[in-house]
C-alpha cells in the first residue's frame, strides 16, 4: 500500500491560483495511476482529474477543464495539482488518490482509486 499526504491548500480569493501536491512513499511511485478528487460540505466526493503512470495521459472533470492541470515528478514521488481562476464553488477539501495496476500509458476507471491520502482543504472567498 502506498502513502499520501497532501500540501499546498488554503484560503485564496476568487480568481487567484494554488498549487496542490501529493508526496507517494512505501512503493514505487511509477507504479501508480494518480488523481485528485474533493469533497464539498454536503456533497459526495467527486473526480477532479487524474494522470497515467508516464504523465502522458490525463483527464479532467468538465467544471475544471482549463482551469486546472495535473502533473507529476516521477522522481519525486509527486504529483501536483495546478489550480488557476479559481471559484467559490472549488471550495473542498482535496484529496490525493493511486491506483495500481494499469498501463503505463493508461487511465483507470474513475472509480478504480484504492489508495488515499487524508485531504487538504481549499477554500476560496468570494
Known amino acids: 500500500q502506498v502513502q499520501l499526504v497532501e500540501s499546498g491548500g488554503g484560503l485564496v480569493q476568487a480568481g487567484g491560483s494554488l498549487r496542490l501536491s501529493c508526496a507517494a512513499s512505501?512503493?514505487?511511485?511509477?507504479?501508480?495511476?494518480m488523481g485528485w478528487f474533493r469533497q464539498a460540505p454536503g456533497k459526495e466526493r467527486e473526480f477532479v482529474a487524474h494522470?497515467?503512470?508516464?504523465?502522458?495521459?490525463?483527464d479532467y472533470a468538465d467544471s475544471v477543464k482549463g482551469r486546472f492541470t495535473i502533473s507529476r515528478d516521477n522522481a519525486k514521488n509527486t504529483v501536483y495539482l495546478q489550480m488557476n481562476r479559481l471559484k467559490p464553488e472549488d471550495t473542498a477539501v482535496y484529496y490525493c488518490?493511486?491506483?495500481?495496476?494499469?498501463?503505463?500509458?493508461?487511465?483507470?476507471?474513475?472509480?478504480?482509486?484504492?489508495?488515499w491520502g487524508r485531504g487538504t482543504q481549499v477554500t476560496v472567498s468570494s
Open positions: 512505501g512503493r514505487p511511485f511509477s507504479d501508480y495511476a
Open positions: 494522470i497515467s503512470r508516464s504523465g502522458g495521459s490525463t
Open positions: 488518490a493511486a491506483d495500481r495496476g494499469t498501463l503505463w500509458g493508461a487511465l483507470p476507471k474513475r472509480s478504480g482509486y484504492d489508495d
